[in-house]
Nanobody, 125 residues
Framework: QVQLVESGGGLVQPGGSLRLSCAAS????????MGWYRQAPGKERELVAR???????NYADSVKGRFTISRDTAKKTVTLQMNSLKFEDTAVYYC???????????????????WGKGTLVTVSS
């Protein structure tokens, strides 16, 4: 079983900062991409930031310059530092791991994708 466990959500005032963390556990051999998505009420889930195993990143235009993603490949963790938060950043944030290779009794299986359960970020005054 592979699990992604997020932490760090909460309530913050506009202009404030939060740091989200996600740790992957289980019989993981490797992970290509780790990142964060978010879903606001009444909206579709959208990519916030993602980092490849080579350290390449991409960000949603709405968060560029404010959010920073980092990753520890060996520890299988990914972190999202969110600064200058805005009302519109309010959402449930989900950790994602894609291109995951897992070890099973039948050998390695690649191409898996996993999601965390989500952590709520509320930006409010």
């Amino acid at each position: 079983q592979v699990q992604l466990v997020e932490s760090g959500g909460g309530l913050v005032q506009p202009g404030g900062s939060l740091r989200l963390s996600c740790a992957a556990s289980g019989m993981i051999f490797s992970i290509d991409n780790m990142g964060w998505y978010r879903q606001a009420p009444g909206k579709e889930r959208e990519l916030v930031a993602r980092m490849t195993s080579l350290g390449n990143t991409n960000y949603a235009d709405s968060v560029k310059g404010r959010f920073t993603i980092s990753r520890d490949t060996a520890k299988k963790t990914v972190t999202l530092q969110m600064n200058s938060l805005k009302f519109e950043d309010t959402a449930v944030y989900y950790c994602n791991a894609e291109g995951v290779t897992i070890a099973t009794t039948q050998g390695l299986i690649d191409g898996m994708e996993y999601w965390g359960k989500g952590t709520l970020v509320t930006v409010s005054s």
